[in-house]
């Protein structure tokens, strides 16, 4: 069984590599068992830890060189733009624990979302509707809806207009 997995894991991650859109999502499809929603896009170069929980919605893109912690949920709503280098963490270890101990929980970002590039979420975050994480920055606890967020770690630095309607679309020949 561990075997498995962990062939399964690895095509996972070598997918990532191989310029052809189409043929990525259908490796994480099937030896991740993702949902993969609708006009959804995964670019080259992703990053899994784990090969479970991970959910992107409908129209939603997933830049390259990004790094997925399915060891809990991660679940990507519609319209979501994560740009690249952006980390989804769900799981780290309890520093005050005499053992090491794990601890964490699922992530979710939802509708009309944008992950700016290299920014990362810790465990248990959940990034609201429409709000927007800057660059580089470092989500240590929720965003809430319509936030514009940033720094280290990211606190509230404005707000966003309300009314969103893209689809955060980037789909180059090849990749």
């Not at 561990?2 to 259908?26: D, K, T, V, W």
């Not at 490796?27 to 929980?53: E, K, N, P, S, T």
Request: with cysteine; hydrophobic share 40%; proline share 6%.
């Amino acid at each position: 069984m561990h075997l498995e997995y962990s062939s399964r894991l690895y095509a996972c991650n070598l997918a990532g590599a191989i310029p052809h859109h189409q043929f990525r999502l259908g490796v994480y499809r099937h030896m991740g068992q993702w949902r993969i929603g609708a006009d959804a896009w995964v670019h080259r170069v992703l990053r899994l830890w784990c090969l479970g929980g991970v959910r992107l919605g409908d129209h939603s893109v997933l830049n390259g060189e990004c790094w997925v912690d399915g060891r809990r949920e991660v679940a990507i709503g519609n319209r979501v733009s994560i740009s690249i280098g952006c980390k989804l963490l769900t799981l780290g270890h309890d520093p005050q624990s005499p053992d090491f101990a794990l601890q964490g929980g699922p992530i979710s970002v939802e509708d009309y979302a944008w992950l700016g590039a290299f920014s990362t979420v810790l465990p248990g975050g959940t990034i609201g509707q429409v709000a927007v994480v800057g660059a580089w920055a470092l989500v240590t606890k929720d965003v809430p809806p319509y936030a514009i967020v940033a720094g280290n770690p990211a606190k509230v630095v404005g707000q966003r207009q309300q009314h969103q309607d893209y689809s955060p679309r980037y789909a180059p020949l090849f990749y």
